[in-house]
């Protein structure tokens, strides 16, 4: 019995890790010039101060995780959010959350085989606040459809990375030359697994993690 091959409008893409760029200190990010219309940028933007101050979600991205925390005298403000760029996007500045001392922001850049149709982020993700050690966060990916993106988000105004991350991550990526933002990602073209995601305490400490899920 003869197989007929799906139309390629039908096939799920496969996903690449193009670049990423980042900023510190400042309220605007600009773009990849190596990015190109349909690929999909991931945004972080992280501030941490001692007073209130509200999010500012980039015009154009979706936010799927959004909140402000106070730990202890400091009050957080992450944003993540999605995009399929287009044209206009390429090298384009990004406004953000406004920019302070200890503002990160960074976007990284995945292209797909062909053009995607539907982003579908974990909801709810893996996160913490905490003063203390955060706990190894579990991305529990194995039993959704490929193709999906697991992450990583690690922060601190003094620089941070990941302890143990089991299976490792293809790739992590920074938000500039103090490393306030770590974003660790693996791709899931086939096959996804189960990923544990920790670091260190930093003191006021910021880990996230989940998966991103294309078609």
């Given at each position: 019995m003869l197989l007929t091959p799906l139309p390629m409008s039908r096939r799920s893409p496969t996903m690449s890790f193009v670049a990423s760029t980042?900023?510190?200190g400042s309220s605007n990010l600009t773009l990849s010039e190596s990015l190109l219309a349909?690929?999909?940028g991931i945004w972080i933007d992280i501030d941490k101060r001692?007073?209130?101050f509200s999010t500012v979600v980039p015009t154009g991205f979706t936010p799927f995780y959004d909140v402000t925390a106070v730990l202890g005298t400091e009050q957080f403000g992450v944003v993540l959010a999605y995009k399929i760029l287009?044209?206009?996007d390429?090298?384009?500045s990004k406004t953000g959350i406004s920019g302070t001392g200890n503002t990160a922001k960074l976007c990284a850049i995945f292209r797909p085989s062909s053009s995607l149709s539907a982003v579908i982020p974990q909801n709810p993700i893996n996160f913490q606040f905490t003063a203390n050690n955060p706990p190894a966060q579990n991305i529990l990916a194995a039993a959704q459809?490929?193709?999906l993106i697991n992450f990583g988000v690690v922060y601190e105004d003094d620089g941070c990375n990941f302890t143990t991350v089991s299976p490792s991550?293809?790739?992590v990526v920074s938000s500039g030359a103090v490393n306030r933002i770590r974003f660790g990602y693996k791709i899931y073209n086939t096959a996804p697994a189960n990923q544990s995601v920790d670091s260190q305490d930093y003191g006021d400490n910021f880990l996230a993690s989940g998966y991103i899920r294309v078609s």
């Open positions: 980042g900023s510190e349909g690929d999909l001692g007073s209130l287009v044209t206009g390429i090298s384009s459809t490929p193709p991550f293809d790739g």
